[in-house]
């Protein structure tokens, strides 16, 4: 136990000693020393008060911005399911979509667009399917407290539903891509300043009241608070082979998923709703320039 | 009235059977402890944050994997402390100071025999508590990743070794030799703040490793 050049145990055989783990012979000795050495037995009771000094830090408590980021995650997490029964996927054959290549949003929301956006349009280069996220603004979500600025994308909304009413081929006619060319293309084109890709604005009357945006990173906070209160539409896609997922509404728009299968082509995402089934907003997917 | 709400196990299953509630009720539940686990763990709050949600999400996409022969929380614990863990090992990486993992030089009689004593130990502070958690976190994270884990699970998260074993998939051996050596390394960063030892006042205290700003965040 002791050695010659110093007569004294080692901390680490006191702490072992009060952990247990030494072997009897060695515990022995040990005793044996702390009984003659005011200096050991020092150092072991001030081992011995660690666990008590450890326990009486208080317990750090959670912060409310980690709280909201956790919960967006599973929020995100719960609307890349694909269980979206409300969803009419009768334009959009069902087959089984290729997940999204998983991505967690984190650090400061503009730096995670950005970031995220990068990951998604490099992780897409290797998808076969198409995923996009279809932003369909100013949908009545009945009740729904909105922003003022939500307000005024109603607005235009409106104009643009019955505009889409009239006419859906009005929108400009998009070319037909590949998979992988339509994500890059449009993660490309995604500005983070704007929230939305500048490759969309040149719709005509369009760019207030519809935004595409895609990745995970298109699920702002409050997905899950407010994606109880809104159900109430029916999505119809032309132009793809998919399905969509869950439909969620945030701040007076509405979010789906729409996974695409096989080559995917430029569509039209079209918001109906569910009392009158008249059309209320439409959305392009697809590489728009 | 809001009827009972149902156990962790109930929430799992639904959760795999598409209840897109399920799980937000799993981790409201158990997130505060968590937090603490991982935040302890990793000492950084950005750092601790992506654990935490990386270790989240890979329990809900997991969920079908959990087979129930552990409490819901103990899986939840041990892929956070594993997620943590991975961590922290790149932190120690990167960071080239922590104590080494066998130390084996004999004791000098530690620090606090060169430290005046206080004149009463007998009422702390406010200012002194705060000090005194500063040093704790401090000098944990002078330790190699496992011990640090180690001690936070059983000392200050109060897990039995059974627990932390379970926790952190070792041998409970393994365990008590990781409390046993972190806390050898911890005497002469926090022995004058055990019961019975003696500092300064709290103005100055131990000097310890790891940048001394650094602070749980409440």
């Known amino acids: 136990m002791s050695r010659p050049d110093n007569p004294h145990t080692t901390t680490e ?32 009771d001030l081992l011995a008060g660690l666990p008590a000094l450890l326990a009486s830090v208080p317990a750090p408590e959670l912060p409310p911005a980690v709280a909201s980021r956790l919960d967006d995650a599973i929020a995100a997490e719960d609307a890349r399911r ?29 730096t995670r667009r950005w970031l995220v956006g990068v990951a998604a349009a490099a992780a897409a280069v290797v998808s076969v399917g198409l995923v996009g996220d279809v932003w369909l603004s100013g949908f009545d979500q009945g009740g729904a407290s909105e922003s003022s600025e939500a307000g005024g994308a109603s607005e235009g909304s409106a104009k643009a539903a ?10 400009a006619a998009l070319p037909s891509v590949g998979s992988e060319t339509f994500a890059a293309d449009v993660d490309s084109l995604y500005d983070p300043a704007r929230g939305g890709f500048p490759g969309t604005s040149g719709l005509p009357d369009k760019d207030k009241s519809v ?53 995917a082509r430029a569509a039209t995402v079209t918001a109906y709703s569910c009392r009158d089934q008249e059309p209320i907003a439409a959305a392009q997917v697809g590489n728009a320039r | 009235m809001r009827g009972e709400q149902p156990d962790d196990r109930t929430l799992v299953q639904r959760h795999v059977a598409g209840d897109a509630e399920a799980f937000g009720w799993l981790v409201a539940r158990h997130r505060d402890r968590l937090w603490a686990v991982a935040l302890r763990t990793l000492h950084d709050p950005d750092e601790a944050a992506d654990a935490l949600q990386d270790a989240l999400v890979s329990a809900f996409r997991r969920a079908e994997s959990y087979r129930g022969d552990a409490a819901v929380t103990t899986w939840l614990h041990r892929i956070v402390v594993n997620a943590c863990l991975d961590r922290a090992r790149r932190q120690s990486v990167r960071r080239t100071e922590p104590l080494a993992d066998e130390p084996d030089q004999a004791h000098e009689h530690t620090r606090r025999a060169q430290i005046p004593a206080t004149t009463s130990d007998a009422v702390e502070t ?40 379970d926790l952190m998939d070792c041998p409970t051996g393994t365990v008590k030799s990781r409390c046993s050596r ?30 001394p700003t650094d ?4």
């Open chain 1, 82 to 110: 694909d269980t979206g029964p409300r969803v009419d996927t009768s334009a959009a054959p069902s087959r089984s979509p290729r997940r999204e290549p998983r991505r967690e949003p984190r650090r400061s929301d503009r």
């Open chain 1, 13 to 44: 055989q006191l702490a072992d000693l009060l952990e247990g783990v030494l072997t009897p012979a060695d515990e022995e000795a040990a005793q044996d020393h702390l009984r003659g050495c005011d200096a050991c037995r020092t150092d072991y």
């Open chain 1, 211 to 263: 935004t595409l945006a895609r990745g995970p990173d298109a699920y702002p906070g409050q997905v899950r608070r407010a994606a109880r209160g809104c159900t109430a539409a029916t999505l119809r896609a032309s132009g793809v082979d998919g399905r969509f997922g869950p439909l969620v509404a945030v701040d007076g728009r509405l979010l789906a998923r729409l996974a695409a299968t096989g080559p």
């Open chain 2, 215 to 218: 602070k749980e965040v409440t």
């Open chain 1, 162 to 171: 019955s505009d889409d009413a009239r006419s859906p081929r009005g929108l």
């Open chain 2, 182 to 211: 972190g806390r050898a390394n911890l005497l002469p960063l926090l022995g004058a703040w055990a019961p019975g030892g003696h500092r300064v006042g709290v103005t100055e205290p131990l000097s310890t490793p790891g940048r």
């Open chain 2, 126 to 165: 406010l200012a002194e508590q705060s000090a005194r958690r500063d040093a704790v976190l401090a000098a944990l994270r002078a330790l190699p990743p496992e011990q640090r884990t180690a001690l936070v699970l059983v000392d200050m998260e109060g897990y039995s070794v059974q627990e932390a074993a």
